[in-house]
């Protein structure tokens, strides 16, 4: 099956760029990382582990990290 292509426009490089052509510092700066925590560490730790690992300035978490 392929895919179905109603209408076709140039992208206005003014307002961003497809995700494919996106270099990596950018979506690191406006991306969010899916992290499946294990038990163990708090949410805090992951989020400093993951600023430093990804070598940021700024990260947080949305809610509860905890494994259910």
Known sequence: MGMLIKAEEATDYRYGCPPD???I???LDLGIVNLDKP???TSHEVTSWVKKLLGVEKAGHGGT???C
């Open 39 to 41: 038990p163990g560490p």
């Open 65 to 67: 990290l905890e494994p």
């Open 25 to 27: 510092e950018l979506h």
């Open 21 to 23: 052509q996106r270099p």
